[in-house]
């Protein structure tokens, strides 16, 4: 398939869409070639979605975390020494 009507790739039809981005980055963006600058920029995408779902669970996490009581290290390590002379 050509640009114009989609890119087919990794199994998903790729979707054109309309962006404004400032001049520092599309002078960056010139350096490109013209066929590389999907995967640039759909790399630059992924990594950033990635990063931002990282971060949201992290901050899921750390919530859940501050729910729950907290313990002493000798209670733990009593709990693992335990749960290890049952064999699990």
């Known amino acids: 398939m050509d640009h114009k009507r989609g890119v087919e790739q990794r199994g998903h039809m790729s979707k054109r869409i309309n962006v404004t981005i400032d001049a520092d980055v599309w002078e960056l963006l010139g350096r490109i070639s013209v066929g590389e600058r999907v995967l640039v920029i759909n790399e630059a995408l992924r990594a950033w979605a990635v990063k931002r779902r990282r971060g949201d669970a992290a901050r899921e996490v750390d919530a859940l975390r501050?729910?729950?009581?907290?313990i002493n290290?000798?209670?733990l390590a009593r709990w693992v020494r335990d749960d290890r002379t049952r064999n699990y």
């Open 66 to 70: 501050a729910q729950i009581p907290k």
């Open 73 to 75: 290290s000798e209670e």
